[in-house]
């Protein structure tokens, strides 16, 4: 693939700009794995440190309750020297897995998906902005840098996520599947973007082939690759690991009943910190089944657009997961600007903008009053957390609202620009 | 109905509801602001003060410093004095009194003869091209009733925050110390701090205290728990004083717990009947206005954020400290204030928990009357409201109602964007979409010149903290001019371009203000959380820029009214106020700066509100603070308490281990007896010390056991797993309470060992010796450790260096 001098630059720029910061600050990475707002439970580096401390004293690694992520980073990870002797190799990893990110977006956004896909045709689509734009968002989002910079695993769950998306744009549909097994082997919640996935990769196929495939047989066949893919991986990690129910019930377990309260930038943890223990389970299956939902209304209701889908799933999940950190909500972000010809209809951005630019600030602050001035308590920051989750809900809303305006207009040319009201 | 009318009104009328309506809600906002706090100071919206923790008990015990001890502190007195006399005879400095390391050795002496652990310690700071240097002296009375791992700080420096010689200060605190020592009622370690300015010296010790302290100052060889509250004495006069005034501002508008507060003037006023001050105010008649005066100072000084003593330095790592200084002439005598001190430490040494229950952030405008911060914030947060209103309304104007002409087919079309009228011809429904792709805002510009001025401000911070104090009156006079051309050039450079760029629209000017008004109103409203005053302040003279905008109409009269208000917007910009306002206290600019720069080089003044994580990670828990990483690991088992608090609790645990990771001394061996946890948060406060470990302890890399945190208010057990080391020190220093220092790690080791109980196996042995290994111990009880082979309840008390 040509590379033009643009992507070089922006590329060339991003990785200076991280270099930069770690060189200038050496004590930034240290400070950011430690926020609650960018280190969660499942992808904390400081967690995969002692993790590896552990295997590479053959030892468990899951012994002790404070690891909770997938085995397989643990040899990867093994591989590297020590970050307290060498942070930079550590750190060049990351940078360039967000290059990679940054690529696999490019890929999907030259694909034209965004606007212009087998069943539907947005109405504005000469508003767009190209690859390398998009690239560029996502790539000096101070949110994308925060995550790369604290060295959280969530950077490789996104990796799989985006090449799923790329590839599935690009037709290659076994690969997509693939790569969504390795971001849900990462981290469970990625399996429930199948669904629109499949449907994604299912009419890239009737766009290209010239007899359609059976839909239901074609579901099938993905779903299963992407368990074939999942059960490889994990049984690799059961080779690492040598317990399979031991780090079954570490990772996915973990994920799943949400036993570690540390807060976070989502909705879960107050909410279960308040909770009697006889209504826990209920709400676990609640709080799940909520998550849940969305894929199945999102899908039906937007079935021309499932790479939109996607994108508002992410959202979805930044807001609801029960371990979000702003590395989700820069996934997010990062696929908004695929869908630069919706923002003339969106009509909340800057109240959503300013909503999340306000929790961003009082965040750090009330945390800081709550746990190292001693003058706060946890609801200054679960407030502020809620006012984060409310600036994204705005944005999502929004966003599908513009989608679905979008759809009514080509449906009904004639009425283009007309006054909604909402009844 | 009316309501619904009333909206549809205000859409046809757009000048109104984009143009007027932000500005008239904007100006409310501000006076509405205003009046509210000059509203405070009335009975209605103040309240009394009261102690809300109910273990301090204020002036209930009868307080013994009297007769006797007043001749061993005459005695003190004199002989610091002939020693400070010769020191100023053989150095002959002029009337400069300067602590001699004579005098300093005397202190020393003098505290090691009461029977107190004495240490020193060197620091030096460069800040501006000044260096302040000096050497603290510290002893330490360890409680007989305590464990160590709380402490109280008496602080005496040489030198007031008004540098003058507090040699009655000193010898009181002297004096104390050697009284206090005799008392067998302390629950907590006391520590008498010497040091010799107040500006630098605290600083020095709590940095150090908590292993935060830069190069340049020594780490401290002794140290005692977890520190709960600081009283500074000063007593800079011969003649008897007449009432006590309570400073209690600290660094970056940081407020002692209001408790401690009440207490001094609860035990001056109540039991001691000595009148308390605050603020300066010296005749308090209790009227409107001397409240509001109160108040206003107390706002100035924490909007100022400097340090107003010796206790300021405490209070960013959440030690409430407050300084007594005896004012005016009187029949009070330095036995009264030494009574006062006993009263306020017997207070503080009843706490069973950090001060927690009363207000954090409050204005105090007599010394018994103040608001908290729910009655106060709404007028701050009113004025940092003002500049978001004004900032949204400005949004939707560019959106959608453009008032300018000169972009009238534009203008048209942005309109249509959102509802252009039907058409069903394709091609015209093309143009109107053209049309809606020209009218979309153009926001590169603004953002990058919003973000790029934001950022040049670094440059007069780095600059201004970094140069020499003779250098600050003329840097402040280029930063006027700079301020002056800078503005101009850049809107010539923006409105026609000076042949370099494109002219921008009207709309581009709207979004820049918006964006920058966003910023500010973002800024002001965070800032309003953490230091009240300030934020009212800046936002006070930040208030003009909501209402600046592009004006219209004939030339003559344009003109006029810019240069008008770029005149007033000047006189606002922060280095004229700066200047007006020392002229007009008379205090040069050099000092002023001087300070600023020692604040932020020193004090970390903003650093640390801007960057609170490197500076107070480790508040008030010492112990914890070096605690290496290995921990997080406590499953709760079983619990005496609720399932809510169950949670919390280990939610607690957790946060504090983690708290603790960040100190990484990576991976190393800890065992988690003896470890001091300190929960607090969500209704749950406390502090305590793993005391029992279960026998299923294994050699080497992994220990997996039963643990118990005997807590002041609960009783947390739970288990601990997955303890290992990497990297493991090669010299311990093991340290017996009430023995010398010695350096003998094994044999000390094993005496301790022997000491404790003789079945002991090797596994034990090894494992206590890994224990020790970092740091000293302070108490082995024997009584307790009886059963068994391995230790039930062996009570290991370290500190960790």
Same mark, same amino acid.
């Given at each position: 693939m040509a590379v033009d001098r643009r992507t070089v630059g922006v590329f060339g720029a991003a990785f200076v700009l991280r270099l930069l910061l770690i060189c200038l600050f050496p004590s930034l990475p240290d400070l950011l794995t430690g926020r609650v707002e960018v280190s969660t439970p499942v992808n904390s580096f400081k967690r995969l440190q002692e993790g590896l401390y552990l295997y590479t004293r053959n030892v468990s690694p899951y012994d002790g309750g404070v690891f909770h992520q997938a085995p397989l980073l643990l040899p990867l990870f093994s591989l590297l020297p020590g970050v307290q002797s060498n942070p930079i190799p550590t750190a060049i990893l990351y940078f360039l897995v967000d290059l990679v990110n940054a690529r696999a977006l490019v890929t999907i956004s030259e694909s034209g998906q965004s606007v212009q896909s087998q069943l539907h045709s947005a109405?504005?689509?000469?508003?767009r902005w190209d690859g390398v734009s998009v690239a560029a968002w996502f790539l000096f989002n101070p949110f994308t840098i925060a995550t790369c910079l604290a060295r959280s695993t969530s950077v490789f769950t996104t990796t799989g996520i985006l090449f799923a998306v790329s590839n599935a744009v690009t037709g290659n549909s076994v690969n997509a599947m693939l790569a969504l097994g390795f971001a849900s082997y990462l981290?469970?919640?990625?399996?429930?973007?199948f669904v629109p996935l499949v449907l994604l990769c299912f009419d890239q196929r009737l766009q290209s082939a010239n007899k359609p495939p059976n839909g239901i047989i074609y579901g099938l066949q993905h779903a299963g690759i992407l368990l074939a893919s999942i059960a490889g991986l994990l049984g690799l990690s059961v080779l690492i690991t040598g317990n399979f129910w031991e780090f079954m019930s570490a990772t996915y377990g973990f994920h799943l009943l949400v036993?570690?309260?540390?807060?976070?930038?989502?909705? +879960?943890w107050y909410f279960f910190i308040e909770m009697f223990d006889s209504f826990r389970e209920f709400f676990l299956g609640v709080f799940w089944l909520h998550l849940a939902s969305y894929v199945g209304g999102l899908t039906m209701r937007l079935r021309r657009q499932p790479l939109f889908v996607v994108a508002s799933l992410l959202g979805v999940f930044a807001i609801f997961k029960p371990y979000p950190s702003i590395s989700d909500a820069s996934l997010y972000f990062a696929t908004l600007?695929?869908?630069?010809?919706?923002f003339p209809l969106m009509r909340y951005t800057f109240f959503a903008i300013s909503a999340i630019l306000y929790s961003s600030l009082l965040g750090p602050a009330f945390y800081h009053l709550w746990i190292?001035?001693?003058?706060?308590?946890?609801n200054f920051f679960y407030a502020i957390t809620l006012v984060w989750s409310l600036g994204l809900s705005i944005l999502l809303a929004d966003s599908i609202f513009a989608a679905i305006r979008d759809e009514w207009e080509q449906d009904h040319p004639d009425a283009q620009g007309t006054e909604v009201k909402q009844v | 109905m009316a309501l619904k009318s009333a909206i549809r009104n205000l859409r046809n009328k757009p000048q109104f509801l984009f143009v007027c309506l932000p500005n008239i809600l904007s100006f409310l906002c501000i006076v509405v602001g205003v009046a509210w706090l000059l509203l405070l100071p009335l009975d209605d919206n103040s309240r009394r003060t009261y102690?809300?923790?109910?273990?301090?008990?204020?002036?209930q015990v009868h307080a013994y410093f009297t007769g006797s001890e007043q001749n061993i502190f005459r005695g003190y007195k004199q002989e610091l004095q002939s020693l400070l006399n010769e020191g100023r005879e053989t150095?002959?400095?002029?009337?400069?009194v300067e602590v001699t390391p004579a005098a300093s050795n005397k202190v020393h002496s003098i505290l090691q003869a009461a029977g107190l652990k004495v240490a020193t310690q060197k620091y030096e700071y460069t800040s501006s091209g000044v260096t302040h240097q000096g050497e603290n002296i510290y002893g330490i009375i360890h409680a007989p009733r305590g464990d160590a791992t709380e402490a109280i700080v008496l602080v005496a420096a040489w030198?007031?925050?008004?540098?003058?010689?507090n040699l009655k200060g000193v010898t009181l605190a002297l004096t104390l110390a050697r009284y206090f020592?005799? +008392?067998?009622? +302390?629950?907590k370690d006391i520590i008498f701090l010497f040091t010799p300015?107040?500006?630098?010296g605290t600083q020095a010790w709590i940095d150090a205290y908590h292993d935060l302290?830069?190069?340049?100052v020594q780490p401290l060889p002794l140290k005692s728990g977890a520190l709960q509250g600081a009283v500074v004495i000063e007593f800079p006069f011969d003649h008897n004083f007449q009432k006590l005034h309570i400073v209690y501002d600290g660094v970056n508008g940081q407020l002692p717990n209001l408790d401690l507060f009440n207490t001094a003037v609860a035990i001056a006023?109540?039991?001691?009947?000595i009148g308390a001050n605050l603020q300066?105010?010296?005749?308090?008649?209790?009227s409107y206005e001397a409240r509001l005066q109160t108040m206003m100072r107390g706002m100035t000084k924490q909007g100022l954020g400097?340090?107003?003593?010796?206790?300021?330095?405490f209070m960013p790592y959440h030690i409430d400290a407050i300084t007594l200084q005896p004012k005016g002439?009187?029949?009070?005598d330095e036995m009264a204030l030494g009574r006062t001190i006993e009263s306020i430490c017997r207070s503080l040494n009843n706490?069973?928990?950090?001060?927690?229950?009363?207000?954090?952030?409050y204005l105090l405008m007599h010394s018994n009357r103040f608001v908290s911060i729910g009655t106060y914030l709404p007028s701050a947060m009113l004025i940092a409201g003002n500049f978001t209103i004004m900032a949204i309304a400005l949004w939707m104007r560019t959106g959608y109602?453009?008032?300018?002409?000169?972009?009238a087919p534009v203008d048209s079309d942005s309109k249509n964007t959102k509802q252009p009228k039907s058409g069903s011809q394709d091609d015209e429904n093309k143009a109107k979409i053209n049309g809606a792709a020209l009218a979309e805002r153009l926001m590169a510009l603004p953002l990058t010149l919003v973000t790029g001025l934001h950022l040049l401000g670094l440059v007069p911070l780095w600059i201004f903290n970094n140069?020499?104090?003779?250098?600050f009156t003329m840097a402040t006079y280029v930063f006027v001019g700079v301020d002056i051309v800078l503005p101009l050039f850049l809107a010539a450079l923006l409105s026609?371009?000076?042949?370099?760029a494109k002219p921008i629209v009207p709309q581009q000017y709207h979004l820049i203000k918006s964006f920058a008004l966003l910023l500010l109103g973002l800024s002001l409203s965070t800032l309003a959380t953490l230091n009240f005053s300030l934020s009212f302040m800046i936002g006070l003279l930040c208030a003009p820029l909501s209402f600046v905008g592009r004006l219209e109409g004939a030339a003559p009269l344009r003109y006029g009214v810019s240069s008008l208000g770029f005149v007033l917007l000047n006189l606002l910009s922060p280095p004229i106020v700066v200047l007006g306002v020392c002229q007009y206290t008379g205090v040069s600019v050099e000092s002023v700066l001087t300070q600023a720069a020692f604040g932020w080089n020193v004090w970390d003044i903003l650093a640390s509100a801007l960057d609170p994580v490197t500076k @107070?990670?480790?508040?008030?828990?010492p112990v914890l603070q070096s605690?290496?990483?290995?921990?997080? @690991?406590?499953?709760?088992?079983?619990?005496?308490?609720n399932p809510v608090d169950l949670r919390n609790a280990r939610n607690l645990i957790n946060r504090t281990l983690q708290q603790a990771q960040?100190?990484?001394?990576?991976n190393q061996v800890l065992?988690?007896?003896?470890l001091h946890l300190s929960l607090r948060g969500n209704g749950i406060e406390g502090k305590g010390t793993v005391v029992r470990r279960s026998p299923e302890d294994h050699l080497g890399q992994r220990r997996q056991g039963d643990f118990l945190v005997e807590e002041d208010t609960h009783i947390v057990s739970g288990q601990i797993t997955a303890v290992k080391g990497e990297e493991q020190l090669s010299q311990p220093v093991v340290r017996c309470r009430g023995e010398r220092i010695q350096n003998g790690v094994q044999e000390e080791l094993a005496k301790v060992v022997d000491g404790v109980g003789d079945q002991r196996s090797d596994t034990e042995v090894v494992g206590a010796r890994e224990a020790l290994v970092f740091g000293e111990v302070?108490?082995?009880?024997?009584?307790?450790?009886?059963?068994?082979?391995?230790?039930?309840?062996?009570?290991?008390?370290f500190s960790l260096e």
């Open positions: 109405v504005r689509k000469h508003i981290s469970l919640y990625p399996a429930l973007l036993p570690d309260l540390t807060p976070n930038v989502g909705l +879960w600007p695929l869908y630069r010809h919706l190292y001035a001693g003058s706060g308590n946890a | 102690i809300s923790e109910n273990a301090l008990l204020p002036g150095e002959s400095q002029g009337d400069e030198k007031t925050a008004d540098d003058e010689l020592k005799r +008392w067998s009622l +302390w629950s300015d107040s500006k630098t302290h830069p190069e340049s006023g109540g039991q001691m009947g300066e105010m010296w005749e308090h008649d209790d400097y340090a107003t003593g010796a206790h300021s330095s002439e009187g029949w009070e706490l069973l928990e950090h001060l927690h229950q009363s207000f954090f952030f109602y453009s008032d300018s002409k000169a972009t140069i020499f104090h003779q250098y026609n371009g000076l042949g370099v @107070l990670i480790h508040t008030s828990i605690v290496p990483h290995a921990i997080n @690991l406590l499953h709760i088992q079983h619990l005496g308490l960040r100190q990484s001394l990576h065992d988690l007896i003896g302070f108490e082995v009880d024997a009584g307790q450790v009886q059963e068994g082979v391995f230790v039930e309840r062996g009570k290991f008390l």
